[in-house]
């Protein structure tokens, strides 16, 4: 029997294989920009270490710790200071470190008020000398109760100073306000009256002092290094300028008064 179709047969459809169709082209690669390196946190600030209960359970160790980062990071003083608030705890750290002032100057009123006396003893017959006696103990209790009240008051008046001389010369920034310049004043003080007790170089731990306070403040206030040195400098150059024409016109009235 053949194969073949007939004249009016279909012709059969061709036979279909499944070929796989090829694979689509690969989508050309998106650009995405790298990923933005996130800043590292800013490390948190802890009190300075007289403030600082949980890292210094005892006082002894709080007032260790001061000193330890005075001497090892002095102006980190500064950038801790503005972590708590009050006045309350400079002072007792500047009446703490005043205590070998006080004991002097205990003693020098000793000395003084002692011969006093004495020299009033010799006229004690006169109303003058018996008045004298009595009232000089007073009088020099009186100036070491005093003492701590003296020591507030220099830690406000020059850590208010400081402040507005620094606002004189441009330096201050939005952050840290009056308060804070007086605590860091006071902390600082108290170092500087300390270290001015030393024979000979007393002089020159004052006034390396006060420059340190005003690199500390700049810091404190993040502005310009010579703008905190100047503002504390201020003072001490007014002082000077006022001191010297009235030591001009003191020599020749001392002058005068010799001759005759």
Known sequence: MSETTGPGEAIPPAIQLDVPAPPPPPAPPIWEPPPASTPAPAPVLRPVPFEDPEAFPTFWSRVGG?????????????????????????????????????????????????????????QSGRDEGKTLVAVMPLIFGTILVLMPLFSFLGMIVGGALNHFFLWMWGGLKPGAGTQQSIRAYGYACAFIQLGGLIPYIGILIHLAGMVAIGMGLARMHKTDTWRGVCAVLTPLVLVCCCLLPLAAMAIPMLKAFSHH
């Open 66 to 122: 001061m000193f330890r980062m005075v001497f090892s990071h002095p102006l980190e003083l500064f950038d801790r200071v503005p972590v708590t608030e009050g006045l309350g705890a400079p002072w007792r750290f500047l009446l703490l470190l005043s205590v070998p002032i006080f004991l002097i100057m205990a003693l020098l009123f000793f000395f003084v008020g002692l011969g006093i006396m004495m020299a009033a003893l010799e």
